[in-house]
């Protein structure tokens, strides 16, 4: 009989903490069930090794794996495959700590590769794989542990490990749609402040030495051009202009160091016309992934929820969730707490609510992410094409106003020559 240390919680909601003896883990929670308690987290106790000594002298303990210096995380294309070919591995059949030895042999050396070993030196020394997980949180955050300790519970490691790969993917995918569209009007928008900078500071002055030449009266648009050629040549507008978004976006971190900064910049985000659809959008696929992956994987409801809003990404919806989480502990549904927050469409609210009626609220809250997904393609590529005319209108608007500007002169000293 084996000792198994568990968290589980009670019919009050409250935790606790205990231990039970117990052949195998399923009898364990079988246990855990019967005194009326909710298992959320059970694992064999390692057993106590025995200090021998020899000549005088105890055995020196196994030598702790040296990380390499690491200022980054572990990449997430590097952490999918890892967790595809464990799947794989432990799929078919074989133990867990020499499917975490052939993935070390395999890694190049890295971050990586040194984590798996020292995953792999824990699980050796009687550790279950999730806790040895939880101490590399620059590769397993906590949503991928608490996921793996779903799976050694259940014994469907193997399926959760599949799962998780999935949903990272899916994940990734819709960040970079997100991000790829804000990379089109970034690049071109540096591109024109870049040359329009090079004529306020090259060209400009030139044609200011030939008006006053001929001591011609400038015409107002003229005027502020040349204030503003001034304005980039003589008073550093130019690094205005370049510092801008650098300080910018020093004073959003700044501001989102505090929990209510935090609310209020992400509030400020979901008002923006557009862009703030596209981020609403993306905020409810990824935490109706996340809870839904975790409850599949039979993490209970209110551990997945605290799970979830720790990983959603956008405080108003880590908010929302924690009222949902509060309802839920007592004794309320999913839906009828998600709609008092006003965080979400209605479709989502009904998906939900049906999916609680009928048992599949995992599924369900997969197929809002499915859709969700679709529909921030879709606006991501509407914003695209709305932004390149924007962009283009802009520009002529601001080379227009150049070429007016220059030309006004221009026909005075014409006019003049011709007089």
Same mark, same amino acid.
Request: net charge positive; proline share 4%; with cysteine.
């Given at each position: 009989?084996?000792?198994?240390?568990?968290?589980?919680?009670?019919?009050?909601?409250?935790?606790?903490?205990?231990?039970?003896?117990?052949?195998?883990?399923?009898?364990?929670?079988?246990?855990?069930?019967?005194?009326?308690?909710?298992?959320? #987290?059970?694992?064999?106790?390692?057993? &106590?090794?025995?200090?021998?000594?020899?000549?005088?002298?105890?055995?020196?303990?196994?030598?702790?794996?040296?990380?390499?210096?690491?200022?980054? &995380?572990?990449?997430?294309?590097q952490l999918v495959t890892f967790t595809r070919q464990l799947?794989?591995?432990?799929?078919?059949?074989?133990?867990?700590?020499?499917?975490?030895?052939?993935?070390?042999?395999?890694?190049?050396?890295?971050?990586? &590769?040194?984590?798996?070993?020292?995953?792999?030196? !824990?699980?050796?020394?009687?550790?279950?794989?999730?806790?040895?997980?939880?101490?590399?949180?620059?590769?397993?955050?906590?949503?991928?542990?608490?996921?793996?300790n779903a799976g050694e519970a259940g014994g469907v490691l193997?399926?959760?490990?599949?799962?998780?790969?999935?949903?990272?993917?899916?994940?990734? #995918?819709?960040?970079?749609?997100?991000?790829?569209?804000?990379?089109?009007?970034?690049?071109?928008?540096?591109?024109?402040?870049?040359?329009?900078?090079?004529?306020?500071?090259?060209?400009?002055?030139?044609?200011?030495?030939?008006?006053? !030449?001929? *001591?011609?009266?400038?015409?107002?648009?003229?005027?502020?051009?040349?204030?503003?050629? #001034?304005?980039?040549?003589?008073?550093?507008?130019?690094? +205005?202009i370049v510092c801008f978004p650098i300080v910018w976006m020093?004073?959003?971190?700044?501001?989102?160091?505090? !929990?209510?900064?935090?609310?209020?910049?992400?509030?400020?985000?979901? &008002?923006?016309?557009?862009?703030?659809?596209?981020?609403?959008?993306?905020?409810?696929?990824?935490?109706?992934?996340?809870?839904?992956?975790?409850?599949?994987?039979?993490?209970?409801?209110?551990?997945?929820?605290?799970?979830?809003?720790?990983?959603?990404?956008?405080?108003?919806?880590?908010?929302?969730?924690?009222?949902?989480?509060?309802?839920?502990?007592?004794?309320?549904?999913?839906?009828?707490?998600?709609?008092?927050?006003? $965080?979400?469409?209605?479709?989502?609210?009904?998906?939900?609510? $049906?999916?609680?009626?009928?048992? !599949?609220?995992?599924?369900?809250?997969?197929?809002?992410? @499915? *859709? +969700? @997904?679709?529909?921030?393609?879709?606006?991501?590529?509407?914003?695209?094409?709305?932004?390149?005319?924007?962009?283009?209108?802009?520009?002529?608007?601001?080379?227009?106003?150049?070429?007016?500007?220059?030309?006004?002169?221009?026909?005075?000293?014409?006019?003049?020559?011709?007089?």
């Open positions: 009989m084996a000792t198994y240390a568990f968290e589980a919680m009670n019919s009050s909601g409250q935790e606790v903490k205990d231990e039970v003896e117990a052949g195998s883990s399923e009898e364990a929670i079988a246990k855990i069930r019967s005194k009326g308690y909710f298992p959320t #987290r059970v694992r064999e106790k390692a057993a &106590k090794k025995r200090v021998t000594k020899k000549a005088g002298a105890e055995t020196a303990a196994a030598p702790t794996r040296k990380m390499p210096i690491s200022f980054g &995380k572990v990449s997430r294309k799947s794989t591995l432990q799929d078919a059949g074989l133990p867990i700590l020499r499917s975490l030895q052939i993935l070390e042999t395999q890694q190049k050396p890295g971050l990586l &590769k040194a984590i798996i070993g020292g995953v792999a030196d !824990d699980v050796e020394g009687g550790n279950s794989l999730s806790d040895a997980m939880s101490r590399y949180p620059k590769a397993f955050d906590k949503l991928y542990v608490n996921m793996i193997d399926l959760i490990l599949s799962r998780l790969a999935d949903f990272m993917e899916k994940a990734a #995918r819709l960040k970079k749609k997100v991000v790829g569209a804000m990379i089109y009007p970034a690049v071109v928008i540096s591109i024109a402040v870049g040359i329009v900078s090079m004529i306020m500071i090259f060209v400009i002055p030139k044609f200011e030495q030939i008006f006053s !030449d001929f *001591n011609v009266k400038l015409p107002g648009v003229t005027q502020l051009l040349l204030s503003i050629s #001034r304005w980039f040549a003589n008073d550093y507008g130019w690094a +205005y020093l004073i959003i971190r700044l501001i989102k160091m505090s !929990d209510g900064g935090r609310y209020g910049v992400d509030v400020a985000k979901l &008002k923006i016309p557009i862009l703030g659809g596209i981020l609403s959008k993306t905020a409810i696929a990824r935490f109706t992934r996340t809870l839904g992956t975790l409850i599949s994987a039979g993490v209970p409801i209110l551990d997945a929820i605290n799970i979830t809003r720790e990983t959603s990404g956008n405080e108003v919806y880590s908010r929302a969730l924690m009222k949902v989480h509060d309802a839920i502990r007592e004794g309320e549904s999913m839906a009828d707490p998600l709609r008092a927050t006003k $965080v979400c469409d209605a479709i989502v609210i009904n998906m939900i609510d $049906v999916g609680e009626e009928v048992g !599949d609220l995992d599924k369900m809250l997969m197929k809002i992410a @499915d *859709n +969700y @997904d679709s529909d921030v393609d879709v606006m991501v590529s509407s914003l695209v094409s709305i932004l390149e005319p924007v962009m283009v209108v802009m520009l002529g608007v601001i080379v227009g106003f150049i070429v007016i500007a220059l030309f006004a002169p221009m026909i005075s000293l014409i006019e003049s020559v011709s007089g």
